[in-house]
């Protein structure tokens, strides 16, 4: 069968998605995991954990498979992982959410985000604002909904936006404000003036505030503030959050949407024409982690804690300078002080000089603004310690 390329490409070159040769891109987590893998560099590139989640959720999906719950879930999800993420927004943050009219299982973060935008963005006058560097599906979303992307810089090494520049890009034709905290890939925990000074202008502009917060139970020096917490953000804010980063199960791919119904019903009338609905036995499955005790949930930010301290000192003693993260998998470093000018050519090199895999932060920028990462580099502290203070000895003996 031919197909005009003209009648395939069209979106997706527009969204970078495509090379000029029909080939499609891949993303910058599957290029370095593949690096990773090709050389035998230890992995610190993609975000992923070498330690499997909790036996009882494990066990609970092969309970669920077995006892049958095999088929199409209903289209907003297993109603017991929605009364579970319910019960998760009041437990944890004090948000009443009707889990029937404000609450939607999706296929990961991922697809929560991608429905969401689409079914936001009415065109191509809507803008997105974005805290770049941005987690790389933001910047394609909003092109594949045909938006405009509007970056506010958070600059090293403390990465907290500027509050003017902030105010100076919302405006009226703000639709989204996406905001990631604690932030990939910059391990930003966001501080309350920057919270306050979004849910302000969102109102002032009546932009819809949108959050991904996947990295809510990995936040060191705790609690995680969501933003739909506060006054005047919860009628307009809708809140993503995802099952991978907490249960150390990013393969289950299992997220969810928790906002204002007519919001969520928007997100759903996108979403069940991407995936309709997510696989059934991890959502049973999911139900029962999201309600295991409050200790487990302190501990999965305390080990990561502990284990982002341990590559921290791991990377100052190899020359690095190091940004301190207040959350999430990674933490980013400035690799100047080793001579570095371009984080992208050393992070091809790492393999071969040190065994390692990091990821360069001009891969989530825009083109224009390479120049202000151009040394940066991100590494995961999502491994065992003994993986952690491997790769530090080796990166401390760079050739
Ligand atoms: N958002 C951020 C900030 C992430 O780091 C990730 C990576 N897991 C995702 C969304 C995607 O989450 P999921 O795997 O649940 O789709
Ligand atoms: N969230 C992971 C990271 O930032 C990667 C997920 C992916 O490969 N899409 O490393």
């Known amino acids: 069968m031919h197909i005009p390329p003209g009648a395939w490409r069209r979106t997706a070159a527009g969204a970078g998605l495509i090379t000029p040769d029909g080939e499609a891109v891949p993303t910058i987590f599957a290029e370095m995991s593949a690096l990773a893998a090709a050389t035998g560099a230890i992995n610190l590139g993609q975000g992923f954990p070498d330690e499997d989640g909790p036996e009882v959720v494990r066990d609970a999906a092969r309970r669920a498979i077995a006892e049958g719950a095999n088929q199409y879930a209903p289209g907003r999800g297993v109603p017991d992982l929605l009364d579970a993420v319910a019960e998760h927004q009041q437990r944890f943050y004090g948000l009443t959410v009707d889990p029937a009219r404000e609450a939607l299982i999706t296929v990961g973060a991922t697809e929560a985000l991608a429905a969401t935008l689409l079914a936001l963005i009415d065109g191509p006058d809507d803008e997105v604002v974005v805290f770049e560097p941005f987690y790389d599906s933001y910047a394609a979303c909003v092109a594949l909904a045909g938006a405009k992307l509007v970056p506010v810089p958070l600059a090293w090494p403390d990465f907290q936006p500027d509050l003017d520049v902030l105010a100076s890009v919302v405006s009226d034709r703000t639709r989204v404000i996406l905001v990631n905290d604690p932030h990939n890939p910059t391990g930003t925990v966001f501080t309350r003036a920057v919270q306050d000074e979004i849910v302000r202008l969102a109102e002032r502009h009546e932009a819809i505030i949108v959050t991904d917060e996947v990295y809510e139970h990995l936040v060191f020096d705790g609690p995680h503030v969501p933003l739909a917490t506060l006054p005047g953000a919860s009628d307009r804010t809708l809140s993503i959050s995802s099952a991978g980063k907490t249960f150390s199960l990013t393969g289950w791919k299992t997220g969810w949407v928790t906002g204002p119904a007519a919001l969520v019903s928007a997100v759903m009338a996108v979403k069940q024409f991407l995936t309709y609905v997510g696989p059934t036995p991890f959502q049973s499955a999911i139900a029962a982690g999201l309600r295991m005790p409050d200790e487990f949930f302190a501990s999965v930010a305390s080990t990561m804690a502990a284990k982002s301290a341990l590559l921290g000192t791991g990377l100052r003693a190899a020359g690095f300078d190091v940004s ?51 040394t940066l580099v991100r590494f995961a502290a999502c491994k065992r310690v003994e993986v952690l203070s491997e790769a530090s000895a080796r990166l401390a003996g760079m050739g």
């Open 324 to 374: 301190t993260p207040g959350g999430s998998y990674f933490t980013v470093v400035d690799a100047a002080p080793l001579g570095v000018t371009d984080a992208d050519a050393f992070c091809r090199e790492l393999p071969a000089r040190a065994g390692v895999v990091g990821i360069p932060i001009t891969a989530f920028v825009v083109p224009e603004h390479r120049d202000r990462y151009a």
